[in-house]
């Protein structure tokens, strides 16, 4: 979509808007405008700690901390291969306490590779004392992270609807979607570039903190997520691609486009084949609200029907594993399309009666899903030998029903540990169907994109990788032949790598195992090569040449 160019008039017109608005705050309030802080405390809970935890009914209960400063979301970091059962509640300077709250393990939310060895934050207010309480065996030492975020998310609140003329349009069809800079995302930046994926299935969770919120209080516990996601936890950034408040608010999470396929850190060993959807609060014991099941479903109808995805049925994808993966890496999974964090994680995760909602949202989410759309992507073969181009064929369909007539598609290639990038552009027919032909430097993955314009959004199709084999042949002029006497080895290599020679490796049986004699190289020309050597002892030799990607083998006797 082209920017929009402001005309003169328009430029001037918003000029005198926020000149007025900045004129209403008190003086250096722009530029003294509050940042969310995280910060950290070490515990120590030994017998002879000031802080040593007293039995009380069977828990072990902690004196009171005082945080070096306030807060409003805290967590627990614990050592490597502790796992403590603790709860925590909080006050402000002597005030009433919270209720206690359990603090659940962070490991079953994260990236695909790597794990959090603490807990999941915990939204408590306006805090500055906090207590634990212990059922089990507790840790001598713990790490207390805090965040305090509340009058950041209150300040970018007011900034955002300031500046309400100039944001950007909302996305055809999505429901109302509260975008980071409204909450103070923008403060959060990204430790790296988003990952794009393929979104397969939502997976619905909770974030274990108590219930008892206001609307204004959503943007700050959306802030602390964030800023302990990305600066406790070390992740990129927050977790949840979207994140919903018991009143139906919606607020875009990870960066990166809310109709892209972004890759988050919500279900560990399966974020780059899904969107996850967060329901602010603990849904254990207590129904997610008639507004916020509301619009998890507009949201569910809407996101999945972006990616020409199905809302009803099954899908099955690949586990990548993890620490709290349900499946081994490399396991086919089928999973509901809208499923729940425990379905793929070691989780209680989206809470009890939340999961028994499960049913209910679907068939909510399947009336606000949009007609069947996307663009699909189909190779003819997977496996090409020698410079055989790939062929390729799919079809585009849009949400609206619009005609795809010359619409472009991309198609975006990815080779091992590299980004996608686009290598050619189609065009549809009428009828939504493209094809064409491709010829791939090697082996690697393919998606098609449509980009979106400015009436409708960008799709993209599930990946699909070819792979790129050379094709060699060999031969050896005789199997039999007397010591001393030339053996000539020859073939045909076609590959597009273009490689200037063969690899020939000889090897000899000696007491059952194959012993290297030497590794000589053939030259390739005109895709054909040759090499003679005069094996000087007796016995049976393995001739193989290769080239990255493909390999032959010939067995030789030698007699005396």
């Known amino acids: 979509m082209r920017p929009h160019r402001l005309t003169r008039r328009e430029a001037i017109g918003l000029g005198a808007t926020a000149a007025a608005a900045l004129g209403s705050l008190r003086p250096g309030a722009a530029l003294a405008a509050p940042r969310a802080t995280s910060f950290e405390l070490p515990l120590d809970l030994t017998p002879d700690g000031a802080a040593a935890a007293a039995a009380v009914a069977g828990r072990h209960l902690t004196g009171v901390f005082t945080a070096p400063r306030t807060f409003d979301v805290i967590g627990l970091a614990w050592p490597r291969g502790s796992h ?241 993966n349900r499946y081994r890496t490399g396991t086919p999974v089928t999973f509901q399309r809208v499923s729940g964090h425990r379905d793929g994680n070691l989780t209680e995760c989206p809470g009890d009666v939340a999961y028994g909602q499960l049913d209910d949202l679907r068939t909510r989410a399947s009336r606000y899903a949009g007609p069947l759309a996307g663009v699909t992507l189909r190779a003819a073969v997977t496996k090409i030998r020698g410079i055989d181009p790939a062929t390729l064929s799919g079809t585009l369909r849009f949400p609206d029903g619009s005609s795809p007539a010359g619409a472009e598609v991309d198609l975006l290639y990815a080779t091992a540990g590299s980004a996608f990038s686009p290598i050619t552009t189609v065009r549809a027919a009428a009828d939504g169907t493209w094809a064409t032909t491709l010829d791939l430097p090697q082996t690697g993955t393919i998606r098609a994109r449509f980009p979106g314009d400015g009436a409708r959004p960008a799709m993209e199709s599930t990946s699909v990788r070819v792979k790129i084999v050379p094709l060699l042949d060999m031969t050896v002029s005789k199997t039999h032949l007397r010591r001393g006497r030339e053996l000539a080895i020859s073939g045909i290599l076609w590959s597009r790598a273009n490689e200037a020679r063969v690899d020939v490796l000889i090897e000899r049986k000696v007491r059952g195992r194959y012993k290297k004699v030497r590794l000589r190289h053939a030259k390739v020309t005109d895709h054909r090569y040759l090499r003679s050597l005069r094996p000087g002892t007796p016995g049976l030799y393995r001739i193989t040449v290769s080239v990255p990607g493909a390999r032959q083998r010939r067995y030789v006797r030698v007699t005396g």
């Open 84 to 324: 403590p059962h603790a709860e925590l509640r909080a006050r402000r300077g002597g005030g009433r306490w919270s209720r206690w709250t359990p603090l659940h393990a962070a490991a079953d939310h994260g990236p695909d590779t790597g794990g959090t060895h603490g807990s999941d934050p915990v939204w408590t207010g306006a805090a500055d004392q906090f207590q634990l309480r212990f059922s089990g065996r507790r840790p001598a030492r713990l790490t207390a992270r805090f965040v305090h975020a509340g009058p950041a998310a209150r300040a970018a609140r007011r900034r955002h609807r300031l500046g309400a003329r100039l944001s950007a349009r909302r996305q055809t069809g999505a429901p109302p979607i509260i975008p980071r800079s409204a909450w103070g995302g923008d403060s959060v930046v990204p430790r790296a570039d988003p990952a794009y994926g393929q979104v397969q299935l939502a997976f619905v969770h909770h974030t274990v903190n108590a219930n008892d919120y206001g609307p204004e209080d959503s943007a700050g516990i959306v802030l602390g997520i964030a800023h302990y996601h990305r600066d406790h936890n070390g992740w990129n950034d927050l977790g949840y691609n979207f994140l919903v408040d018991k009143y139906g608010q919606i607020f875009e999470g990870r960066a990166g486009g809310i109709d892209q396929a972004i890759v988050g850190a919500q279900a560990q060993g399966f974020n780059s084949v899904s969107t996850g959807i967060a329901n602010l609060g603990t849904y254990s014991t207590v129904p997610l609200a008639e507004a916020s099941l509301d619009a998890v479903a507009r949201l569910i109808g809407w996101k999945l029907t972006v990616h020409g995805v199905p809302v009803l049925g099954e899908v099955t994808v690949t586990s990548a594993g993890g620490e709290t």
